[in-house]
Structure formats: structure tokens, C-alpha cells
């Protein structure tokens, strides 16, 4: 099974920068799309932004123009560029692959996810 290891949560001021980065291992795969989702305490997660394999971008409007994500297809990484951090941002950030198999199989992998805290 592929295994995905987010990191580059944290704390920071509002107006603050982070740069989440989410890894996936395994063998015997292919990663078509990539994301990041983020669940606040008390709430339901929520979508943030997606990637495909050719780099087609879609974000929540709440992060439109702040957030950037991008993907290193070699590395099968994804990376999720925060700016302009708000307190409402704070949330546990979550990415997620659909992953192929070279069986034929698919999957939807989640990662165990990472805090980031916007206070200050």
C-alpha cells in the first residue's frame, strides 16, 4: 500500500507563511491526482486544492490567491504554499492521492496529517 507522510505544519502569526509538503512511497504505483483538505475542531474537513498529473490546479475559493499547490511527479510529492495565513486557517491538514496500481487496482490514500496553528 502506498503511504503518505505530510509535513511543515506549525505556528505562525496571521499574515504568516508555511509551506506544507506531503510524500508518498510504495512501490508498483502511479499518482494521478494529489490534494490537501483541512478539518478545524468541531467541523467537518473541508476541500482546499487539488492537483492532477499534468498540474491542472482547482482551490477553495476561501484560499483562492493565497494558497499554491504544485507537485513533483518524480518525487511523488505535493506541496501545498500558504500565504497570507489567517486565524480561520488553522485547521489539521490532510493531503490525499488516487493511486494506481500496477494490478489494475485504485485507491484513495489519505495521509495521517499535519497541524498548523495561525495565531498570535
Known amino acids: 500500500q502506498v503511504q503518505l507522510v505530510e509535513s511543515g505544519g506549525g505556528l505562525v502569526q496571521p499574515g504568516g507563511s508555511l509551506r506544507l509538503s506531503c510524500a508518498a512511497s510504495?512501490?508498483?504505483?502511479?499518482?494521478?491526482?494529489m490534494g490537501w483538505y483541512r478539518q478545524a475542531p468541531g467541523k467537518e474537513r473541508d476541500f482546499v486544492a487539488i492537483?492532477?498529473?499534468?498540474?491542472?490546479?482547482n482551490y477553495a475559493d476561501s484560499v483562492k490567491g493565497r494558497f499554491t499547490i504544485s507537485r513533483d511527479n518524480a518525487k511523488n510529492t505535493v506541496y501545498l504554499e500558504m500565504n497570507s495565513l489567517k486565524p480561520e486557517d488553522t485547521a489539521v491538514y490532510s493531503c490525499?492521492?488516487?493511486?494506481?496500481?500496477?494490478?489494475?487496482?485504485?485507491?484513495?490514500?489519505w495521509g495521517q496529517g499535519t497541524q498548523v496553528t495561525v495565531s498570535s
Open positions: 492537483i492532477t498529473s499534468s498540474g491542472t490546479t
Open positions: 490525499n492521492a488516487a493511486v494506481y496500481y500496477s494490478g489494475g487496482t485504485y485507491s484513495v490514500r
Open positions: 510504495g512501490s508498483g504505483f502511479s499518482i494521478n491526482r
